[in-house]
């Protein structure tokens, strides 16, 4: 998808907020073919272990993926979305306006006090997608305490993200050399990548003010640490988790799962 999406005029100018979320999702999976996949097993994972009708926190939401695949899902799921990016938020304000299941939350995740502005004090499931790779090492561990306060006694967290094992060199280098690789041919067939889309929602009337606001917030692209995913077991572990491992991975990303 190479053009931006449309805006209507319905008294007021609006985006067209599904045109908005499938460009997302199109640009996203540039990056992550197998990104898809990684939702549905994160869904079965919230089935198998907290049912179909959970109360779930979407961490770092951007345009709420998650919360629309887990809606479409099961219907009777509610869902907390919480994230700082003023651009994401709007698409996701836009696309579930109307949905009593859906509460949005600005909240900045460095900030100690964030989750006193949550609905909930307590969730099924808290998930995440692609986004805890911006935040470095300590205080990645930092919020991982702070959720395994809010997740409750037999609930879940997965955080589905780029998890590098360093102990493997040549084997990163080849994986990632393949995928750059399809990335180039995907691109150069129009594809858009992260700068491009941006772009794109800098030119949109609506987004225009809060793509300049987010990136005033963020910079261009902010980039954390990426621990290996037996770093990851480890700290939730230690935070309060009871059992933590991988329940899916690819060659780049895996979605570890911490049960309470």
Known sequence: MTDAPTTTTTGTTGADWGAWQESWDRQQEWYMPDREERFRIMLDMVEALV????????????????????????????????????ALLAIAEGTFAGDDRVTLVTADLKDPEWTARLPYDSYDAVLTATALHWLHSEPLATLYGQVAELVRDGGVFMNADHMIDDSTPRINAAERARRHRGMDQAKAAGALDWADWWQLAAQDP????????????????????????AWHARVLREKGFGEARAVWCSPSDTLLLALK
């Open 51 to 86: 049912g179909t009708a959970p109360r779930v926190l979407d961490l770092a939401c951007g345009t709420g993926s998650i919360t629309a695949r887990l809606l479409a899902r099961f219907p009777d799921a509610v869902s907390t979305g919480v994230d700082l990016d003023p």
């Open 206 to 229: 609506v987004l225009a003010a809060p793509t300049a606001r987010r990136f005033e917030i963020y910079g261009e692209h902010a980039e954390g640490d990426m621990p290996s995913a």
